[in-house]
DNA sequence: CGCGGTGTTGAGACCTGTCAAGACGTGTGG
DNA sequence: CCACACGTCTTGACAGGTCTCAACACCGCG
């Protein structure tokens, strides 16, 4: 299952058989975890990072009056908080949205790759700058986009996401989150998230039932959120 | 004036004789270029990143309808696309807010950091996750805060990121900032910009006049914003 | 001396938030 | 198996923060 993981990486650079050796150390163990924990909060000491490879874990950011802010989603195949590994302690919170399962990988078995394997280093580099235009893209939703918009744009996101990491399909993936997290996501009320996917659903554009998302009309969703994959850097290209 | 560089570095890190030489020689010429310039266009390719020496960049994201927003402000000391290096395009648009003096530094002397500079290459790739910290606090900003929180934390991240690069003196720098701008930064548009302006003069929080700013009660500006510069990595660890 | 960019102000509209209540579904304990 | 509690979703009425449109002042500059 860390092949989520890999497909992620493939779609942006070849990964060499002495490379994937090296990933597949990476992981020290697995843990299995519930919904809704607390998995690091913010300030305090990391020394391993997570790779997620089952669920739906999220960043968080508080206001002191309660608000949260989610930062930014993680799905299967992506690391949560490699950042971590250069920063030694994060901004955000990270929390599970879904049970979860994930590889914890000790920051010193990444300092050995950016001792021993330069051209992995730049790519997992790479995905932390990714993690960053992701949210940039965020950024542009919250500070110009409509209340519309920006679900549409999100629901477009993980479909492509979800369609690396192996389960979305045919326009069609699970969608755990609650209304309030999505609110937290879009820097709405759960009131407006309700009013907006019911404006989505009487244009035709999505279905959202039992947790689970189907783009009936893919143009249409992405004329709205004026959707354009380029900040998810699909192409592959050496790095 | 690479000092504001090193300085930006060394807040996180120790940097040696070596590694400060190897900086030193990054640098393949200096260039000058006038305001409101478009230095790089998202989507094109890159083959060198820009480290700013004077004056102020930002990078920015456009709608069809030709609303903007301003992700990230560059001063000196930045590299305002280090994050090219790995991405090899970019998602976002790089363009001058005044006249400025800059590095272009060419991705094959990065590379070569890469695989000569186990270290420094770590550094370099926390200044981009640090990038990637500033983002958060916008999206933070953008989806929780109110507009005038949003604007003093905005002016409380400048004083702190302008004092590393030795520009900002005694809670006062040079702001060169339209109101418009300001409205592209955080999501707001210039008349509402201009009404928050003059709340927060009229709180005595701050005063701003022919393009300075001075953060007349820093305590009262904090607490406004919910400043905490925690997300700005201050402290100087091993990484 | 006129012009364009910038800053300022006012009136009204609109998008989104707030508050409140009820429906629905699910898990749990009695 | 039922009763209940709780989280989630939904709906309505109203409030409020921010936007839109418009007009004008100011100022540096050609």
């Known amino acids: 299952m860390i092949d989520a993981h890999l497909n992620k990486l493939r779609v942006r650079d070849d990964v060499s058989a002495d490379e994937e050796r090296a990933i597949r150390g990476l992981v020290a ?4 975890v519930a919904s809704d924990r607390t998995l690091i909060r913010h300030g ?3 020394h391993s990072s997570t790779l997620l490879l089952e669920g739906w874990m999220a960043r968080v950011k508080d206001l002191r009056s309660g608000q949260r802010q989610i930062v930014e989603l993680s799905v299967p195949g992506d690391f949560t908080d490699l950042h971590g590994f250069t920063l ?11 049970p979860c399962r994930y590889g914890r990988v000790p920051h010193e078995r990444l300092k050995e790759i950016t001792e021993r394997f330069p051209h992995l280093t730049r790519l997992y580099w790479l995905m932390t700058n990714l993690d960053a235009a992701i949210h940039r893209e965020w950024t542009l939703s919250l500070g110009r986009r409509s209340a519309i918009a920006r679900m549409a744009h999100l629901i477009c996101e993980l479909n492509v996401r979800l369609g690396i990491a192996g ?3 045919d326009n069609s993936y699970d969608f755990p989150l609650t209304q309030v997290e999505l609110g937290e996501c879009l820097g709405l009320t759960a009131v407006h998230v309700n009013r907006t996917l019911q404006e989505l659903r009487r244009k035709r554009l999505i279905e959202l039932q039992n947790r689970r998302v189907t783009i009936v009309d893919r143009p249409g969703l992405k004329a709205v959120a004026e959707f354009d994959d380029a900040y998810l850097y699909l192409h592959k290209r050496p790095r």
Chains 1, 2 share one sequence.
């Not at 163990?29 to 299995?32: A, L, Q, T």
């Not at 030694?88 to 879904?98: A, G, P, Q, S």
């Open 29 to 32: 163990e697995e843990v299995s």
């Open 44 to 46: 305090q000491d990391v």
């Open 88 to 98: 030694k302690r994060l901004d955000h919170d990270i929390v599970t949205l879904t």
């Open 167 to 169: 389960v979305a399909r």
